[in-house]
């Protein structure tokens, strides 16, 4: 680790900043993704749009939302990933069964 | 070579946060909380779903929410999720007063969100009646948004508390990890509230 760190050269540190750079420009246009989502989800609330239609695209919303916040805001798109990967996979499946559970437990 | 050096390297390294063997296990270590936390959550979300049709009388929530508190608290958590990243963009880039301002920002936006939280719980105990005893629907919806609201407070603190512990140290592989495991704390509040306004919110309003 130390001796990569101190003995950095101009260019690679150039590459390096430039690298920072393009992940910032993703972030951002992942950032004007997530605020066009949202202002669809209100807008379709708002409108009223049919019931049946519209809670089932909140949801994908919601999602894809989610998923732009963990793949590019939390870097998980990132190398190194793996095991983050996996716990939060492996969350979301037992998150998933709990609701299930819960829901069926009173609306059955 | 001192020890210092070692953490204080000229410029940062590929990836600050996990350059140190402390740090890698922070990260990991962290992830493994946030997997539990999603659990945590649907648990409460869980329990929301089940119980938000028990409202005993006229505040349902149909009746009770307003839109435009909840958009203005949305678009106030997610321009603090963005202002965390320019910050962790600056922490890689070795720039520790451009990171400590973005912190700042962010800190500050998440406490209008906070304000406008505790503005509206206000608003529906002395306006509507309506509290955590009032129904099943109420017990559940003020564990599960007070629990995220919990957690803004949390993250704010620990912000707060390393901006204030790091101010002279300047960054360092030492605090890089510590300065980068709050801001994904504060994405996963943020992943958390995408879900409160579109389950609790918008499916709220839509019935």
Known sequence: MADNTNSKTGYQMEYERKMHREEMKQQVISFVMMILFTFIAFGMVIMEVDSYFVIPTLLILAIVQVAFQLYYFMHMKNKGHDMPALMMYGGAAVALLTIITFVTIIWW | ?207
């Not at chain 2, 049709?53 to 608290?73: A, K, Y």
């Not at chain 2, 301002?101 to 969100?113: A, H, Y």
């Open chain 2, 1 to 207: 070579m001192s020890h210092d050096d070692v953490l204080n390297p000229k410029s940062m390294p590929h990836d600050p946060e996990k350059a140190t063997l402390e740090g890698k296990n922070k990260f990991l270590g962290f992830w493994f909380f946030l997997g539990g936390e999603t659990v945590l959550f649907a648990s409460l979300f869980g329990t929301y779903l089940a119980l938000n049709g028990s409202t005993q009388g006229e505040n349902t929530p149909e009746n009770l929410f307003g839109l435009e508190l909840v958009f203005i608290m949305t678009m106030l958590l997610l321009t603090s999720s963005l202002t965390s990243v320019y910050a962790m963009y600056h922490m890689k880039n070795n720039d520790f007063r451009k990171m400590q301002t973005w912190l700042g920002i962010t800190v500050l936006l998440g406490v209008c969100f906070l304000g406008f939280e505790i503005y509206e719980f206000y608003h529906y105990i002395h306006e509507y009646g309506f509290t955590f005893r009032s129904s099943a629907f109420g017990s559940a919806f003020y564990t599960l948004v007070g629990f995220h609201g919990g957690h803004v407070l949390f993250g704010l603190s620990w912000i707060v508390a390393l901006m204030i512990r790091n101010q002279k140290r300047g960054l360092n592989l030492y605090n890089a990890p510590k300065f980068y495991i709050a801001s994904l704390y504060w994405h996963f509040i943020d992943v958390v509230w995408v879900f409160i306004f579109t389950v609790v919110y918008l499916m709220g309003k839509v019935g």
